[in-house]
């Protein structure tokens, strides 16, 4: 064949050291010699080379791990099928990229991932922990081992990366990771609970040696403790503790204690109870475990057996019989108090069967506990109870309660021993026998609800109290009552203590509506106490009492009403209404009391009455101490306190005058303690100030009309009692008739005119308020005659007929004022005559056992009906014509009306104008036991051998007054005036002293004080002393008393009257005139 032959590669050399040739043939060029030209080349290494990565080739196509081939710029050039498998790339997919573009994970360690790369591009290998990821993003854990490949020459060709997939292996080393970190917590756990332990606990090995034990089980045993340390033999430290005196009971008896204490070891027997040195008990628990070791218990059971101890105590002091029953072999152990319940010995029924105490229970109640125990044992119920009576080995039954329990079970279920007690309770039924009386005649209805028993039970008055019997209501469910209970009070006690009322406390009281068989609804008052609950705390056991209190719901429904309704009244009060605690703070107020302090409810609440924001001073501005405040005060004095004034300022400043009452609450139990009434007076304050004002300027013009009167009184009586006092002296001295005719006008006249000033005083009196009546016995006919004829001459000259007709009741004696009935008979008969020009004058009294009634009708000139309107005013007469007409003040119907007024009477007037007047009083004057003493005639001379000192600065008065004096049998010394008075007194020299008044100098009033102190000087008795005055004001009359005058006369006056008054201070009057 013309040309190069291909190279071929022979094998040369025996096995093991062979050599390959690479032969190259080859024709000789033009001109050169025929044949061929042969070169040889020993191409071994490559051979061998070639072989290597032909046999690296087949592995890295059948290895599991991940083989990634990259050039000299890191792209990938070659991936195996596992590469394929495990990422889903295939390799026309990934050549030419960079490998961590197709599996570096973005969660990979970047720092890992930089190390890496930093080594391949320095040439050098490089290995680690990558996070990779999948073509479907799917995250695996890889090693990474990264190689450069090199030519013969050394130079870098790419690199060669291998990556073993480890994501199952770090999973696998994790969880071994976390087990053995839980077996490290849990045996850590475990050292501490053995630790927390409350008992001793220790851990031996299948050869006995001390594994684990806690801190505790060293101090059960403080003098061989320095044995216990792990890998200690069991016999070892039992030896130790044998001698060590830490046990009682191995003191003495060292050996055999070991040698029992070693034997329970081994069987893994119960180590029994143990007595310490130190007077505690040990009970020492062991059991075997599965490997052959031994797991024990110290168990301290001091309390437990000191508890033994007192429970033996309190069943012997308590008197409670106790037994356990072995069911298997029928076998009731019993104590003492058991035997003696029923009249036995214990050594006569001790260890007697059950049968016995089936023998001697009542049959009546055998069957039901019978059947309570089989709900016991079938575990419907943890616990029997029942109360049953037991014949007495007397023959009388006792009641017996009997509690137990199931006290070890056997391990398919059945009870093996059953332990509990008996109660003598024959005197608690007796006591509940008499309960039950009491409850009966409290009319109190008793219920027990006992799902053990049979649901609820009831006695006759709770039935009673719904309209039912007993039998009606029977059987009655556990919650029968609640059915028929009102619907929103059962939703009450639902809702309060659930839907079954588990939640009831120990002792609950409760008000509920039940129906009635009737309809209505009752209101019950149902109290009661859980007697007994079940392992979850719900009761089980109930009892009390109902009591129908709808008598006591319509009252306090009725309470409440009135309560509202005085809520409402204290809220729409016009007085501001307070309520104040023990500390002063104010806890209530009405809207006034608000508006009163000017503050809102919230403002108002809890604040104290003593605040200084309120700046309280008294009514004037002044300050005011705290002891005079309503609310101290009324606590202080534990009384009622009116009126207490002071002024308070509102938040903006305005200053409010306040009237508080204050009432102390004395009742226990109450928040409030003190009840303020408060009126806001600040108008009236304002008010009562102007209206003294106007009272002063009241009474001073009252105080001026006063000494206007005084004075005009005076300066009339003076000169009228000259007039009327010398007509009197004279009338004895003239005997002509035509002379007494004109003395008699003289007199009538002064009269006239001492009538008006008396009508004037006496309106001003009345006014006053300073008019007092008299209550003395008077006959009111023998008044209506003197007024007949005191009138009969004036009605005579006017042709006119006068009759007074006296009713035989008007002769029965009153009481009265006879002097001011007489004044309104005076008035109403004079006007009467006054008033009347043709016809008369007839007067009427009427008595018997009511008021007296007068009547006067006259047939004068009447009156329309408006002046009748204004009959009664002061001044008033029907008109002015009637004034110029007829005369007059015009006060004396007013002050009729006025006197009656003061007795309690009645005035009426009827008139018609032309045809006359018809007055009628009626006077509720009382009817008198005896009768008026009768008047006693003045003698000739009462004052036979008087001596008198008088003094007056009027001549008239003096001529007049010893005129009448020396007729009357007295020597007078007179004197004009005061002074002259005291001059002319000497001790002994007179028997009488009679003063004016209103003298120049020294007045009348002087004059006595000078008289008196005189007298107190000499050492005599004062001499009676009579003002003699025109000063008739009875303010002026109280005055002369007050200084020492023992009468008053006034001017002008009568010498009859004048002499009785002098009799009466002399003590020379007969007795009807003292």
């Not at 390799?91 to 970047?110: K, N, T």
């Not at 006792?398 to 009870?415: E, F, H, N, T």
């Not at 009403?561 to 016009?574: F, H, I, K, P, Q």
């Not at 009294?845 to 004068?860: A, F």
Request: net charge negative.
């Amino acid at each position: 064949m013309p040309g190069r032959a291909p190279p071929q590669r022979h094998r040369l050399g025996a096995p093991g050291a062979e050599r390959w040739v690479e032969v190259t043939a080859a024709p000789r060029g033009p001109g050169a010699a025929p044949g061929h030209v042969v070169a040889l080349r020993d191409v071994t290494a490559a051979a061998r080379a070639t072989h290597e990565v032909e046999q690296l080739s087949q592995i890295a196509r059948r290895t599991g791990d991940l083989v990634v081939i990259t050039d000299t710029d890191h792209r990938i050039d070659w991936v195996n099928p596992a590469f394929e498998a495990r990422t889903g790339w295939r390799l026309e997919d990934v050549r030419g990229h960079l490998p961590e573009s197709i599996l570096q994970s973005p969660e990979a360690d970047a720092a890992e991932v930089a190390r890496i790369r930093g080594a391949l591009l320095e040439g050098a290998s490089a290995s680690g922990l990558l996070l990779c990821r999948t073509r479907t993003d799917d995250a695996f854990w890889a090693e990474i081992d990264a190689y450069p490949l090199r030519d013969s020459d050394g130079r870098t060709t790419g690199h060669v990366t291998l990556a073993t997939d480890v994501t199952a292996r770090r999973a696998q080393e994790a969880k071994l990771e976390r087990l053995a970190q839980e077996a490290t917590r849990a045996r850590e756990r475990l050292e501490m609970a053995v630790e927390a332990l409350p008992d001793a606990f220790a851990f031996f090995d299948a050869e006995d040696r001390l594994v684990l034990c806690n801190e505790r089980y060293r101090t059960f045993h403080p003098r061989s403790g320095y044995m216990i340390s792990p890998g200690v033999q069991f016999a070892d430290f039992a030896r130790a503790v044998a001698h060590s005196g830490d046990v009682a009971d191995a003191v003495g008896r060292e050996e055999a204690w070991l040698a029992e204490r070693l034997a329970s070891h081994r069987e893994g027997r119960p180590g029994g109870e143990h007595r310490m040195a130190d007077g505690s008990w040990l009970r020492v628990i062991e059991r075997v475990t599965a490997d052959g070791g031994r797991v024990g218990m110290r168990v301290d059971i001091t309390e437990l057996k000191e508890a033994e101890r007192r429970l033996a105590d309190i069943i012997h002091g308590a008197q409670v019989g106790t037994w356990e029953w072995h069911l298997a072999s029928g076998e009731n152990r019993i104590n003492a108090r058991w035997a003696e319940i029923v009249g036995y010995c214990p050594d006569e029924i001790d260890r007697s069967g059950i049968d016995l105490w089936r023998a001697l229970v009542h049959p009546d109640d055998l069957a039901r506990a019978e059947a309570r125990l089989a709900r016991v044992f079938a575990r419907e119920i943890d616990q029997f109870e029942y109360e049953l009576r037991m014949r007495h080995r007397d023959g009388h039954w006792v009641w017996v309660l009997s509690r137990g329990r199931v006290a070890r079970w056997s391990p398919d279920g059945k009870p093996e021993v059953m332990a509990g007690v008996h109660m003598d309770i024959t005197a608690l039924k007796r006591a509940e026998e008499r309960l039950e009386a009491i409850l009966h005649a409290a009319e109190a209805g008793t219920w027990e609800t006992d799902p053990a028993r049979g649901g609820m039970r009831i006695n006759d008055r709770w039935a009673e109290m719904l309209g039912y019997t007993v039998d009606e209501l029977a059987p009655l469910p556990e919650h029968g009552f609640r059915t028929l209970m009102h619907p929103d009070d059962r939703a009450r006690l639902e809702a309060e203590f659930g839907m079954d009322l588990e939640g009831r406390p120990d002792r609950f009281s409760v008000e509920v509506r039940v129906r009635h068989k009737a309809g209505a609804w009752v209101w019950l008052l149902a109290r009661g106490r859980v007697l007994a609950r079940d392992a979850n705390g719900r009761p089980v056991r109930t009892a009390g009492i109902h009591l129908d209190i709808t008598e006591r719901k319509r009252l306090e429904q009725q309470l409440v009403a009135e309560r509202d309704y005085m809520s409402r009244l204290m809220e729409t009060n016009v007085s501001g209404i307070t309520a104040l605690d023990g500390d002063g703070r104010i806890i209530y107020a009405n809207r006034e009391a608000e508006a009163i302090l000017g503050l809102s409810a919230a403002a108002v609440d809890r604040r104290s009455y003593a605040d200084p924001r309120w700046q309280i001073t008294a009514p004037d501005g002044g300050p005011l101490a705290d002891a005079e405040l309503p609310f101290t005060r009324a606590m202080t004095e534990g009384r009622v306190v009116r009126d207490v004034r002071f002024a308070i300022a509102w938040p903006d400043g305005t200053r409010r005058q306040l009237s508080v009452n204050a009432a102390p609450l004395l009742a226990e139990g109450l928040q409030a303690r003190v009840v303020c009434a408060i009126t806001d007076i600040t108008e009236q304050v304002a008010t009562e100030a102007a209206l003294r004002s106007a009272a002063e300027r009241a009474e001073a013009a009252s105080e001026a009309k006063s000494r206007f009167l005084a004075n005009m009184s005076h300066e009339i009586r003076t000169p009228l009692n000259g007039v009327l006092g010398m007509a009197q002296v004279l009338e004895e001295e003239l005997s002509e008739p035509r002379h007494r005719r004109m003395l008699e006008v003289i007199r009538e006249s002064g009269e006239m005119l001492l009538g008006v000033l008396n009508d004037v005083l006496d309106m001003s009196k009345i006014e006053a308020g300073k008019v007092t009546l008299e209550q003395v016995a008077f006959v009111p006919a023998d008044l209506a005659r003197r007024i007949e004829a005191m009138h009969a001459l004036r009605a005579a000259e006017k042709h006119l007929s006068l009759e007074v007709v006296a009713a035989p009741g008007a002769e029965r004696a009153r009481l009265g004022d006879p002097g001011r009935v007489e004044q309104m008979l005076h008035n109403l008969v004079g006007n009467a005559v006054k008033f009347t020009e043709a016809g008369g004058v007839r007067v009427t009294l009427e008595g018997g056992c009511g008021p007296l009634r007068v009547v006067v009708h006259d047939t004068g000139i009447g009156m329309t009906d408006d002046q009748l309107a204004r009959i009664f005013e002061d001044f008033e007469q029907a008109d002015g014509t009637v004034t110029r007409r007829f005369g007059g003040t015009g006060l004396g119907m007013s002050i009729v009306r006025r006197l009656v007024a003061l007795m309690g009477g009645q005035i009426t007037v009827d008139s018609i104008p032309g045809a006359g007047t018809q007055v009628r009083v009626a006077l509720p004057l009382p009817l008198a036991e005896g009768g008026p003493r009768d008047a006693v005639p003045v003698p000739a001379q009462p004052l036979e051998g008087l001596r008198a000192l008088a003094a007056d600065d009027n001549a008239t008065n003096r001529l007049i007054l010893q005129a009448m004096l020396s007729a009357l049998g007295g020597a007078v010394t007179m004197v004009p005036d005061g002074q002259a008075a005291v001059e002319a007194w000497a001790p002994g020299r007179f028997d009488l002293i009679l003063l004016d008044i209103s003298m120049p100098g020294l007045d009348g009033l002087g004059a006595l004080a000078a008289i008196r102190l005189r007298e107190a000087e000499a050492g005599v008795p004062p001499a009676p002393a009579v003002a003699i005055t025109a000063n008739a004001m009875a303010h002026q009359v109280a005055q002369y008393m007050g200084a020492g005058f023992a009468a008053h006369v006034g001017k002008p006056f009568r010498r009859e009257d004048l002499a009785r008054t002098l009799l009466r201070v002399l003590d020379r009057a007969p007795p009807a005139q003292r």
